[in-house]
């Protein structure tokens, strides 16, 4: 059967599926930002965990903690990125654990 009346266009249709896929490229860019950030946090609870363990092991083979971070890379072979992070460790006293704090250097590109 043929008819001959013209299809009728929804230009609202057509903007309400514009609108839809502009949201989901704005939903999409925040998830990836969100991502990133996170992933900068767990490296920078890495970093953390991993000078802390050195400390500990330290303290089990020694009977006290290491007086500074130096003394860890020299005697326990710990390596850390001190290019991308600021890493500072303060030890109060010998048997107590030191307070280990990390913050990633700014305008770093470590994670992409």
């Given amino acids: 059967m043929y008819s001959d009346q013209k299809k009728k266009s929804h230009p609202g249709l057509w903007l309400l599926l514009i609108l839809c896929a502009v949201a989901a490229g704005i939903i999409g860019f925040r998830a990836g930002q969100t991502s990133g950030r996170d992933m900068q946090q767990e490296a920078v609870q890495s970093v953390k965990e991993a000078v802390e363990r050195a400390a500990l092991q330290c303290y ?9 971070l130096e003394y860890l890379t020299e005697k326990y072979g710990l390596s850390v990125n001190t290019r991308d992070y600021y890493i500072r460790y303060d030890a109060f006293a010998s048997n107590l654990p030191p307070d280990v704090r990390v913050e990633p250097k700014a305008n770093t590109d470590t994670i992409q």
């Fill in 60 to 68: 089990v083979v020694e009977g006290a903690y290491p007086p500074d």
